[in-house]
C-alpha cells in the first residue's frame, strides 16, 4: 500500500520518533496535495523537533482523538518549510477540508498570540519522492 492509498482522511495520526527509537503519536489535521501529507504545526513542537532528527514517520487515519481508523503507512518528512507562500497555500486547503472550524482555532490563537511560528511539514511516501 502506498501512502497515496490512505487518500484526504480528517485527521491523521502522525508518529515521529525519539532519539532512542519509541514513536510518539500525535493526531494532526492534514491536507494532501499531489500524493503528499502536509501538516500545519508550531514550529518549535516536539514533533518538529522529532522530524528533523529522524524524518522517519509513520501516518494512519484517526479520529480527533488519535483513536487509529485504518492501516499505518511509512513515510518520511521531505521538507519543514516556515516559507510564507507555502504557509499561505496550506492555510487555503485548511479552509477548504475544515471550514468554519479552522477559522475559529485561527481566531482563538490570534487572541491567545500563539499564531506565530507555524510552519507546515511535508511528508512523502517512504523511499520514494511521493509520486508514487
Known amino acids: 500500500m502506498k501512502l497515496s492509498d490512505l487518500g484526504d482522511p480528517r485527521y491523521i495520526s502522525l508518529e515521529t520518533f525519539r532519539k532512542n527509537g519509541e514513536?510518539?503519536?500525535t493526531p494532526v489535521w492534514t491536507v494532501a496535495k499531489e500524493g503528499k501529507l502536509l501538516v500545519?504545526?508550531?514550529?518549535?513542537?516536539?514533533?518538529?523537533?522529532?522530524a528533523r532528527n529522524n524524518p522517519r514517520v509513520r501516518v494512519a487515519a484517526c479520529?480527533?482523538?488519535?483513536?487509529?481508523?485504518?492501516?499505518?503507512f511509512e513515510g518520511v518528512v521531505t521538507s519543514i518549510s516556515d516559507d510564507k507562500e507555502v504557509k499561505k497555500e496550506m492555510s487555503r486547503g485548511l479552509r477548504r477540508k475544515y471550514h468554519v472550524v479552522v477559522v475559529f482555532v485561527?481566531?482563538?490563537?490570534?487572541?491567545?498570540?500563539?499564531?506565530?511560528?507555524?510552519?507546515?511539514m511535508e511528508i512523502s511516501e517512504a523511499g520514494g519522492d511521493g509520486s508514487g
Open 106 to 120: 485561527t481566531l482563538v490563537a490570534l487572541v491567545r498570540r500563539e499564531n506565530r511560528g507555524q510552519v507546515v
Open 63 to 72: 479520529d480527533m482523538h488519535g483513536n487509529i481508523e485504518g492501516p499505518w
Open 23 to 25: 514513536g510518539v503519536k
Open 40 to 50: 500545519w504545526t508550531q514550529g518549535d513542537s516536539w514533533k518538529v523537533k522529532r
